[in-house]
């Protein structure tokens, strides 16, 4: 069966101390059930959220049309989708709902629409002048290839490869994120994400110290990025020439000295991802850390707050899109590891944040074209606050895949 009863933190089974009425309860069961009945079963409903999230989809097909511009946020008045052109970071992650959509239901008509726009951001693939190359392109013909093995979306997830490797310094063993002038050589935490596109190019056949060059980034990102308590600071300028760090910021968060929800969110799946691709225990180890943080640290109904040290919480914005990033890096992590109490957590965690997400975050009633809203890309006052966001979407339809799988 798909759903399956799981066992949650803030649930307890009374215990019925009498024999008797134990026996009673049993043989009454047995005498009413035939060989045919199935006891039901409780879980996320999964089939429904994806019938709800094609008609979404559906919608925003048919409202940017152009293949040329990218959904990003939705507009608060209207519910449509604010679009950007292919240049910008999330670019990818349209293509990527869509390509999830026809992993879901096999009909042609999503590999259609993924394939339109994944095919319309292909010069992306040479693009040199950030580290966002690998949101781009992973997101887009990393699924495109994934679910159709298109030797031409192979081709393109090499040259794609390359042109990150290109920001890669031997010298630090980091990927540059920005050229910026303030900056002298910026890393953050969330571009662990972007690494993954290294990974993918050694594995389909592109150079091997791809892979080298992604391993060394994660190491040094856990050196620079991660703080004691598992807190992740967002922007961690290096010297260029030792590596040691200059200073903390952001670009997001409310400061250097802050954590930033979804950027500990990124740093879990991206950790993850770096060890399912290395088996090094250090880059568990890390998703571990970043995810006991983000755990301990989220309020009753398990979605974030922007920010996790904003002072004026609870009296600021959550962020949807932090935590359906976070439920699918905790189910990338629980794929991996062994079965046990462990595990356990970590799955459960993912689920109280997929069920909340689920219950009390949809969009259903609203007028948003998105599938799940209250999402925040910075803070109140910057665009895309508190509402849907593509990239949240992306993540709660692919965490809700692995769910279905893990079932």
Same mark, same amino acid.
């Given at each position: ?22 026996? #009673? #309860? ?12 199935? @006891?039901?079963?409780? =879980? ?6 994806? &019938? ?27 519910? !449509? ?9 999330? /670019? ?37 002048? &950030?580290? $966002?190359? =690998? ?14 093995? $298109? ?14 490797? /290109?920001?890669?310094? &031997? ?34 056949? =592109? ?11 994660? @190491? ?18 290096? $010297? ?17 000295? +802050? ?15 770096? %060890? ?8 568990? !180890? ?6 006991? %943080? ?8 398990? *979605? ?5 040290? $904003?002072?004026?919480?609870?009296? *600021? ?17 629980? @794929? ?9 957590? %970590? ?8 069920? +909340? ?33 593509? #990239?949240?979407? %992306? ?13």
């Amino acid at each position: 069966m798909e759903f399956i009863t799981i066992k949650r933190k803030g649930f307890m089974m009374k215990k019925v101390l009498c024999v008797s009425s134990i026996l #009673f #309860f049993v043989l009454f069961v047995l005498s009413c059930a035939g060989p045919e009945q199935e @006891v039901e079963q409780k =879980g996320i409903p999964v089939d429904e959220i994806f &019938d709800y999230a094609a008609e979404q989809l559906t919608k925003a097909v048919a409202q940017v049309q152009d293949g040329e511009q990218f959904p990003f946020y939705t507009d608060k008045e209207t519910g !449509n989708w604010e679009t950007m052109d292919d240049s910008w970071w999330a /670019s990818g992650f349209f293509a990527g709902c869509l390509w999830l959509m026809y992993e879901h239901t096999g009909d042609e008509i999503w590999n259609t629409h993924a394939a339109k726009w994944t095919n319309s951001m292909e010069n992306q693939k040479s693009n040199t002048s &950030d580290a $966002d190359i =690998g949101y781009r392109i992973v997101n887009s013909f990393g699924n495109a290839y994934r679910l159709t093995q $298109d030797d031409h979306y192979k081709e393109v997830l090499i040259e794609a490869a390359g042109s990150l490797a /290109s920001r890669y310094s &031997d010298k630090i063993g980091c990927v540059k994120a920005y050229d910026m002038d303030q900056w002298k050589f910026p890393i953050l935490i969330d571009h662990m994400m972007n690494i993954e596109l290294m990974f993918i190019g050694t594995n389909i056949g =592109g150079n091997p110290e791809w892979k080298t060059m992604a391993e060394e980034h994660s @190491v040094n990102t856990i050196r620079t990025c991660i703080r004691e308590d598992g807190s992740s600071i967002q922007v961690v300028d290096l $010297d260029p020439d030792t590596g040691e760090v200059i200073a903390h910021y952001t670009l997001c968060g409310l400061s250097g000295d +802050s954590a930033w929800a979804r950027g500990q969110g990124e740093g879990i799946y991206g950790f993850a991802i770096a %060890y399912r691709e290395t088996k090094n225990p250090e880059f568990l !180890n890390a998703a571990m850390k970043l995810a006991d %943080y983000f755990i301990e640290n989220l309020p009753d109904d398990f *979605v974030p707050f922007w920010d996790f040290k $904003d002072p004026d919480i609870p009296n *600021v914005i959550r962020d949807a899109s932090a935590a359906s990033m976070t439920a699918d890096g905790l189910l990338e992590m629980c @794929v991996l590891m062994d079965a046990g109490p462990t595990r356990d957590k %970590y799955f459960n965690a993912a689920v109280d944040i997929l069920e +909340s997400l689920y219950t009390n975050y949809m969009t259903t009633g609203t007028k948003s074209l998105g599938v799940i809203d209250h999402a925040s890309f910075q803070d109140k006052d910057a665009v895309g606050a508190d509402t849907s966001l593509i #990239f949240g979407d %992306y993540n709660f339809l692919s965490a809700l895949l692995k769910y279905k799988r893990m079932m």
